[in-house]
């Protein structure tokens, strides 16, 4: 069955530096990845979509890879600040949405 | 971005009563509303697809006659957990999307203790 692996469960990082986030995929090939943030008792916020034929996209300080070759995407988080504190998770869609477990990440003053 | 409100944002319940959670799309109209279940530290898993004006579609394993959905308008689904037990217990969180699902837009979810 199709999977979706987001292998960090949480990440510490200090403030000001890059936060890389990874999420795998196994199985079958996604046509798009999402980003979500999600606040604790709450719901999740999307971020941002990258299609397979993107290698990048960006907002702000974010940005998104995607590699079709190592099954992988990668979210940055520039300039962290204490506000990017949250669980980020990734998801796709199959026949049906599937979501990783997320990362929860600290960013530390 | 599409506005989605969910109502309670938290019930406390004895077990064996049932719960009804509403889902509401404030500046959109919804044809299809997601419902999951969140256990801490865990993902959002899907528990069903609602539709409106037809049957909710259920993901294997979940109880259709345990868990309710309700979709009679284009902007309001509700979702009711029948004799809701302690295992219940859990984060509720209904999602809809613009187009064909491409992007979703959560609501800010429903806490349901049973105790």
């Known amino acids: 069955s199709q999977k979706i692996e987001q292998n960090s469960e949480a990440l510490n990082i200090q403030e000001g530096k890059t936060a890389t986030l990874t999420c795998n995929y196994t199985n079958y090939s996604p046509a798009y990845l999402q980003w979500y943030r999600q606040d604790p008792g709450r719901g999740p916020v999307f971020l941002l979509l990258?299609?397979?034929?993107?290698k990048e996209k960006r907002k702000e300080r974010l940005k998104v890879t995607f590699d079709t070759t190592l099954k992988q995407s990668l979210f940055h988080i520039t300039a962290s600040q204490p506000a990017d504190s949250a669980t980020y998770l990734c998801?796709?869609?199959?026949?049906?949405?599937?979501f990783g477990k997320g990362t929860r990440l600290h960013i530390l003053p | 971005g599409a506005v989605v409100s969910q109502h309670p944002s938290w019930v406390i319940c004895k077990s064996g009563t049932s719960v009804k959670i509403e889902c509401r799309s404030l500046d959109f109209q919804a044809t299809t509303m997601f419902w999951y279940r969140q256990f801490p530290k865990q993902s959002l898993m899907l528990m069903a697809t609602?539709?409106?004006?037809?049957?909710?579609?259920?993901e294997q394993g979940v109880e259709k006659d345990k868990f309710l959905i309700n979709h009679a308008s284009l902007t309001l689904s509700t979702l009711t957990v029948t004799s809701a037990h302690p295992e219940d217990s859990s984060f509720y969180i209904c999602g809809s999307g613009l187009s064909r699902g491409e992007t979703q837009y959560f609501g800010p979810g429903t806490r349901l203790l049973v105790l």
């Open positions: 990258i299609r397979e034929n993107e």
């Open positions: 998801a796709t869609r199959d026949d049906k949405i599937i």
């Open positions: 609602s539709n409106e004006g037809s049957k909710a579609t259920y």
